[in-house]
């Protein structure tokens, strides 16, 4: 059988593109340079694949910022306010991608939202009227020719147009209906394009196909390509799907000229189950994502070849693939030095998933593929006993009753207690939790680990650190503190590393968006708390001031949702031991006298599955309780917040409710206020920050904008209800910008305030 990959990560093994794009950032090094270091990367992946001996790899996988961006410019989807700045082609780009403020002007980045069930975030794209869409092939096909030019022959990759406009805001009168004729010229310009080129394979993405399709959006879909597919002379072309089953649309999709589809047997719950009921034709290849792209365990290759000879009875040619792109696994176990070898010898990252691929491919061919090498070493993984289990974890999971999900007291009659306990102004302002990360603490935090200095010189640090956030949000007059989560660059390996039953890597980066990089722990036993994680900073901070300075915690459904979790117990088995950790720190900080704690759940919306039949079974109905599980043990004066990461909850606000939280923040400024309707239809309980400007930029938010921003929210908002906060933590942000902004932020409140 041959081989293929969907995508390879592109930041760099270890990271190389975000540390130069940063430099050109700050204008360290010049374009070209840049484009060199790009140029380098995309060499060596591909020289990965071919070495492993893949059979289809892509090329145009790679991207300066994001996937969907690059789609938008290859489709001429700029618009006119970024291209009228007058930048390289390049920093018009970035300007879309991260804002720009400057002697060119002054615009705001564009909204950015996570890819389907990953850590990822794409850039929406942005149509307006007056944009007439024109084909800007010159990235897709120098790739591919830089690939040529390299001895690789590639397929292309990109997002196809039904993906591009499911996805996209439209911004004016025209809707997605009225920019079907134009994009499908671009898409045929493109066939026309690739011809040129010689290509024999594209890959062409289209993982909207996964999700809950109504019987128009088959329609459009079957519209836009059965007249594509006419320019598609002699390319062949490979629809990829990922992150779950085409259920509603395989029939029309097996019917359609493609010459391959990808399909994703692993996240796709019911793939095989469509295979089974309508077959597979004869004339196309099947893509069948077998190997996961997602988690960073070994291919269980005596099941995957099981799954393979099935699919082999229904399929007459079959490729064996990734389920995904491998974007969202990291780069290579080389690079892990403190591993011990009975942990690591379970994990296979993007590199060694490229082995795996290639290994199954041969044993495939094989009569008897159990007695082959790599199959024995492949299943003595699987009979011997896991290291880190831990019997008193899973009782007390199993013992756990009803009353540990609830707090003693109502919500309605916390809150009156709380406002009395606390006595703050209306509209109370806050912050997210971090403060800038800067030079001097990402040092100490090197020192330490570096062993250059012991754990007490670097608590000094940290304190002293916190000492002068908390000077500074007085100064500000911010009136609920936060102790600046110096002691942490991340939500979740910090707490991590206080859990027994965790796993940590030195080099495991994953994009999480642009530059940023996330590098998750590995839950690899069960989970306990080893010791007081936060309480001493918390303590320390709380003693500085009479204001209320929030603890500050990650809850239970982020911290697994960004692990790479186990795959030999549930989720919810994993939720409810990590819930049990978080409220034994909770009831610790309560004891030593923090009122207020913040229990993050980010990601709470992260694993929410696609298909909305299986929201509840697969996912809210121990997701929620899993949070409230923390909160479970503690007085009804003691505020509980949470904070996440977007506001597209409207579908589920009723579950956030539920939650049972006292106050929630979350990123609005980057959307718009649809939410607060959706918070007023469901009489929303918990008291809300909706965030009042973007902290992924670093351009300050004028006081007006703010003021613009708190009058617009207190038309549905009760003001009782309102607190005013950024939109998430400020850790990557620098000081001068995080000063002036906040202090904008208080100004406005005030003003606000006023006229209340
Ligand atoms: N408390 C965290 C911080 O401020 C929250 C970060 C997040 O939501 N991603 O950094
Ligand atoms: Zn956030």
Known sequence: MNTAVIGFPRVGKLRELKFASEKFFRQEISEEELLAVAAELRKEHWGFEKEAGIHYISSNDFSFYDGMLDTA????????????????????????????????????????????????????????????LALSKDKLIGEYEEAKNAGILTKPVVIGPFTFLKLANYNGKKQLSDFVPEIRAVYEELFGELNKADVEWVQIDEPYLVTDLSAEDVALFVSLYTDILKSKGKVKVLLQTYFGDVRDCYEELTGLPFDGLGLDFLEGKQTLALLEKYGFPADKILFAGVVNGKNIWKCDYKKTLELLLTIKNIAKQVVIATSCSLLHVPYTLENETKLEEDVKKHFAFAKEKLTELSELAVLTEEAEPENSESYK????????????????????????????????????????????????????????????QTREVKRNRSSYRKGEIDKAAYDKQVFAFIKDCIKLQEDLDIDVLVHGEYERNDMVEFFGENLAGYVFTEKAWVQSYGTRCVKPPIIFGDVKRIRPITVSYSEYAQSLTSRPVKGMLTGPVTILNWSFPREDVSLKEMAYQI????????CDLEAAGIRVIQIDEA??????????????????????????????????????????????????????????????????????????????????ETEVGPGVYDIHSPRVPSVDEIVDALRKMLAKIDPDKLWVNPDCGLKTRGIPETEASLKNLVAAAKIVRGEL
């Not at 999971?397 to 406002?419: C, I, P």
């Open 377 to 436: 070493k492949n299943q003595a993984l699987f009979a011997d006993e896991r290291l880190y289990l831990d019997r008193g974890v899973q009782d007390a999971v199993a013992a756990l009753k009803e009353e540990d999900f609830h707090r003693e007291m109502a919500r309605s009659e916390r809150e009156k207690l709380q406002k009395e306990e606390f006595g703050l102004p209306l509209l109370p302002t806050t912050t997210i939790g971090s403060f800038p």
């Open 579 to 586: 819930g049990i950790s978080i409220r034994d720190e909770v």
């Open 603 to 684: 990601a709470l919306k992260e694993k929410l599955p696609i298909r909305r039949a299986e929201w509840y079974s697969e996912y809210l109905d121990w997701a929620i309780p899993a949070f409230r599980l923390c909160a479970g043990k503690i007085r009804p004066e003691t505020q509980i917040h949470t904070h996440m990461c977007y506001s597209e909850f409207n579908e589920i606000v009723q579950d956030i409710d539920n939650m049972d939280a006292d106050v929630i923040s979350f990123e609005a400024s980057r959307s718009n206020l649809t939410i607060i309707d959706a918070l007023n239809a469901a009489h929303f």
């Open 73 to 132: 410019v290859m489709l001429g989807a700029v618009p006119q306010s970024y291209r009228g700045l007058g930048l390289s082609d390049l920093a018009t780009y970035f300007a879309m991608a991260r804002g720009y403020q400057g002697d060119h002007g002054d615009v705001k980045a564009f909204p950015m939202k996570k890819w389907f069930n990953t850590n990822y975030h794409y850039m929406v794209p942005q149509l307006f009227d007056d944009m007439k």
